[in-house]
């Protein structure tokens, strides 16, 4: 097995019926693939969709699902260390229920990538926002001197140049990200105490370029992402509380890499806010 697709849910079928299905259906791949969902006790109908539909869908497409189930919305980084060790592929893609292709063959894509930096050890695509003209949402992470958090592009053109370069980045985010799982074996995974979810994956990439990998942005790979359909308006998680609370642990821990760094001035790091399209607003997308 070469790819395991590692992906979380917790309701929101509407959006996991539709990204889940579009990863396989929309996906070309150039060798055999698994996906793993980890069903965090949705009360929705989405665990039972996943065990049923979904796993009808990948068999019709050749792609073994496997599906986890937790008593309930105990935490991201549980969740992905669980699939995780029962994980077979090679390279470990982590992509989260509100992400779907834009490059049909991403996966190999983001392998390409990987392979052709020395020294890289995770790589991310460019995201897009999903509805036109398709702006970008994420094109690699920089983390200021004060370890504030900027997401390289967001809001910017598709086509702006200052994004189209195959680079190393200080940071990328799990909501599309490929690690090889010899990595994770050696280093670790995900940690625990960034619960229930943020900052485990910034955590996790300056854990691995400590030890040396790289963090590689290939904007050839575009995908799209709803972004913050996974967390927000979840009951059970206070967002803006974690993202302070989680925030303050990572800079705590990883300040004595990120202070010597050149990364982006304050101003770069204030929050753009992006007027979200209606999901059920959002229609076919297009793909390449």
Known sequence: MTYSLITLSYNKLDCTRRCLSALITDS???APWEMIVVDNGSTDGSGEWCDTELVALGARYGVPVTVLHNPGNIGCSYSRNRAIAVARGEYLVFA???IAPRTRRWMPGLRNALVSEPQAGMVGPKLLYPWHPFPIQCAGVGISKRGHVCFRGR????EDPRYGRQEPVQCLISACLMIP???LRKHGAFDEAFHPVQ???F???YRLREAGHKALYAPAVEMYHFESVTTQGTPTVRNAAVVVRNGLLFQQRWRHLFELENGPDEAACRWRKIEPVPFS???ALPLF
């Open 155 to 158: 809001g910017d053109p598709v």
């Open 199 to 201: 900052f485990e994956d």
């Open 96 to 98: 989260d229920n509100d």
């Open 181 to 183: 799982a010899a990595l």
């Open 28 to 30: 070309i791949v150039d």
């Open 203 to 205: 955590d996790l990439v």
């Open 281 to 283: 607003a959002i229609g």
